[in-house]
């Protein structure tokens, strides 16, 4: 079974912190993303890679930063948190790109006072 | 611009009843639907369409895709408290990247 886990489920953090999410995945998948999701939003877009060291640009990438230093982890960086960041962030992985399902993490609730 | 609009936004039933969620999307290069459910955590996997008319079942949850008039349907037979969660609807486009198209969810509540 592919498991993909989060550091934290739940994170509260003073506004100007720096935050980090970390998301790891144990089955090889080339392609992680990180997904924002809000009452009435759906899922949105972060960002996503396909590789090691690639990164673009989701939906909604202001305010955030990406690091993919090794295949199974993907961080997710708030510079500098603000209350309109407070909301649960997803982290999903797959194998091949355009032909595999994501596969998701449990979530971390992040908010930010 | 692409898009995935998912209907209703809410629903509550009875135990015993049936539901019928739909999603319709406007995509360019589709390559196949997903729905997923989520609890009070993760997004699980559910079905992949990828073929028109051909119906996937699981259980009491069945869906079905039709690529003419660009939606899907999720039904759920017999409900049962279990089933509450938010429903999840995506497209996948024929893409190198495999970024999804969320709708925005449904949220299902079955009363006992």
């Known amino acids: 079974d592919v498991k993909v886990t989060q550091s934290s489920r739940y994170l509260v953090k003073r506004t100007g912190e720096k935050v980090f999410l970390e998301c790891v995945q144990d089955?090889?998948?080339?392609?992680m993303f990180w997904y924002r999701q809000d009452p009435g939003l759906g899922l949105r877009l972060i960002y996503f890679?396909?590789?090691?060291?690639?990164?673009e640009k989701g939906d909604i990438p202001e305010g955030y930063s990406v690091s993919r230093e090794k295949k199974e982890r993907f961080s997710l960086i708030l510079e500098s948190a603000s209350t309109n960041q407070t909301s649960m962030y997803l982290c999903?992985?797959?194998?091949?790109?355009?032909?595999?399902?994501?596969?998701f993490g449990p979530g971390t609730r992040l908010t930010v006072l | 611009e692409d898009k995935v609009v998912q209907s209703p936004l809410s629903l509550v039933v009875h135990e015993g009843d049936t539901v019928t969620l739909n999603c319709s999307y406007e995509?360019?290069?589709?390559?196949?639907l997903l729905w997923y459910k989520q609890e009070k955590k993760a997004p699980t996997f559910l079905f992949m369409l990828?073929?028109?008319?051909i119906e996937k079942k699981s259980g009491r949850l069945s869906s079905i895709l039709d690529k003419k008039e660009l939606f899907s349907i999720l039904n759920i037979t017999a409900t049962q408290t279990g089933d509450s969660a938010i429903y999840l609807c995506?497209?996948?486009?024929?893409?190198?990247?495999?970024?999804?198209?969320f709708g925005q969810g449904t949220t299902l509540q079955v009363k006992p």
């Open positions: 995509v360019t290069n589709f390559r196949s």
């Open positions: 890679s396909y590789d090691v060291k690639m990164k």
């Open positions: 995506a497209v996948l486009p024929s893409s190198n990247t495999g970024k999804l198209i």
């Open positions: 999903a992985s797959s194998l091949m790109a355009g032909r595999d399902t994501q596969y």
């Open positions: 990828t073929s028109s008319g």
């Open positions: 089955m090889d998948h080339e392609n």
